[in-house]
């Protein structure tokens, strides 16, 4: 059934043409080939992880292929039967089962209340969907074009409250029953909390996202951009290839990619990890538990969110392959993607396999001898690969040694935070904030201690989380990154630091396990509060997920907006055929790569100043950050050779005022965007 589907693919591209014939096949040659590979393992491996690999091989050897080629259609096809026959030709794979996760055979369960009746059960579901159609009702109704820094501007503060309980509703189902079939409520409440940016943000949300789109539109053109990047390949092929398949726009599956994948993946694999433990009853609650961590990394389509969700799905399907079961190779496929989707996302991935192989080998004294060399040759292996790829790509890199009064402020930054504002709920949720890694590693140790013993199965975990937390020191700490702009220098260590820290969740989960049971004996006050407290936490998690401005946090991010996309055409417009460069904001930028793609270029250097390292953005930051001054803006033009340039102000920069009418003065002319929301200053080299 393959094949088929491929045959109507490739008929339906070339001579038919229909959108609904083509996504249909599509998504049919999808599900056949996830059958297909399900059916390789004996007994059958799960639906949701079989989906994962296949998406998988088409990422990886799509990546291949377009690294050594191009992404044409011919490469797409052959793409799609490869990644086919090597499904067919796979050997069948016998699963060992094993029940793991010891707590020693729990027969106390979390049942809250305690007997419920059907209808109770149905009015429950009724309330949770009439809160979930309220709080996207006002997603929709307070979608924007604006500026804004946070979401929280424009969606009323009553949609957390209303969060909360939908929230609070869907625990009490799940824990009123043990049956699957409310699991579809857990991955809408998924769709829900990672989908607000995409929903509320209605131009798109983020500055990454467009210039990866821009990417993709060129290769979807053309077959293949130039430069050729090594990088976010896996990304591009899945992307390019998915739309190709389903004959939906490239751009609607970028949009939509991670948000979805995260949803429906992340809470199945969850579950089916955790199902052959010996803690059978409410599975599900773990799924939604997932919620309690901050989700920032997956509200948008970018290589490093899409890699971050191939890791979790990897964390979360070795647990049985720790426990024995053998089926190692979907998760290797997953690997290789992540590798293929971004480098910094896969190294920490080859470090995690290196130390799930090392445990199942079953001489004791080779684990010895093997466990202590891999984790001291880990140690270094991120910076390492910095420096080769600065040597490989002629980037500056340099070894640096932190000043004492850094270190101490570090040391200090550690430490627990107290936030004490007087309002009780804001209160709480910076404090979460603030302590969030401390939380999860001091509680992480906590089970470590008390378990290892009878859970060693935890250890590569907790020794991959080790290992990525050291890299992460040796990053912020000894490495320089000097051909980054000095804000960003510290960006990929914090990358290395959020991984790290996925590694200590399976841990977290098996310490709730443990709470779980020790709660089901308490008084129903007590677990009521506990439903409580979670519904918080999940709430508190939903609202630092996205950028935030209030008496405690201002974010510095601002959305493109309508103006921005007025502001490029007007540009485009006015300087018709000839060459010229503009000065703005990463977001003006964005909506010139949306709008135009990447439409001129003066040797290497784009002409609007992406990236910020660019010489460009260098100008931009000199015409703000001091005063916007005439020769700035000639230099750059002299430097690239053009006699036109523009220099935009947004009126959400805090010295828009004073910049602007200093610019008046300088500038040949100007132009009024929406009022005066953007100011497009023109200037002609004499």
Known sequence: ??????????????????????????????FSITNKLSQKFEPRLSNTLAFSASLSLISFVGAIVYYFYQLNDLAIFTVIIFVTLFITILPKIKIVKKDFFNLENIKEYFYFPEKISTNIKKLLVIVYTALYFVLIKYLFIF????????PWKVIPSEFLLFYFFATYTLILIIFSSNKKRYFPLIIAHFLLSSGIA????????????????????????????????LYYLGQYSLVVILSKILLISYALIDKFLVVLLFSILLPLTIYNSLKESSYKEHLAFFSLAFLIFPISSFITTTPQALANLFILLIIFSSLPVLLGENFLLPIIFLALATLAIHPLAGIPIIIFLGFVLIYKIKSDSSKKILFPLFFSLSLFFIPLIFFINSRINNLQVSLTFPQKEVLLKSI???????????????????????????????????????????????????????VLFINYLILKFVISINFLISYEQGDYANRILEISFYFLYPIIFYGLMIFLKKLSKQKEIIRILFIIFISGLITSSLYLSYPRSDEYETSNFFNMSQADIETVKWIDQDAGNKNFIVLANQQVSAAALKEYS???????????????????????????????????????????????????MNSYWWRFREITNKAKTSADSFKLIDNGTNIIFKYNLN
């Open 1 to 30: 059934m393959s094949f088929l589907s491929i045959f109507i693919i490739i008929l339906n591209a070339y001579s038919i043409k229909n959108v609904f014939l083509g996504s249909l096949a599509g998504f049919f040659y999808l």
């Open 143 to 150: 979608q924007t074009t604006d500026a804004i820094r946070s």
């Open 198 to 229: 995409l929903i509320t943000y209605k131009i798109g949300f983020g500055f990454d996202q467009f210039i990866h789109q821009a990417t993709e539109k060129v290769i979807v053109d053309t077959g293949i951009i130039t430069p050729k990047p």
């Open 412 to 466: 200090y930054d550690s430490q627990l935070y107290f936030v004490n504002n007087f309002n009780l709920i804001f209160d709480f949720i910076y404090f979460y904030k603030a302590n969030f890694y401390a939380i999860i590693f001091f509680i992480s140790i906590a089970i470590m201690l008390l378990v290892y013993e009878k859970n060693k199965f935890l250890f590569p975990y907790f020794l991959s989380f080790l």
């Open 598 to 648: 990447f439409k001129k270029y003066y040797g290497s250097q784009f002409y609007y100043p992406i990236p910020t390292s660019s010489p460009l953005y260098s100008y931009y930051l000199k015409m703000v950050d001091t005063e916007p001054r005439r020769e700035y803006i000639e230099e750059a033009m002299t430097n690239l050779g053009v006699n036109q340039a523009y220099f935009v």
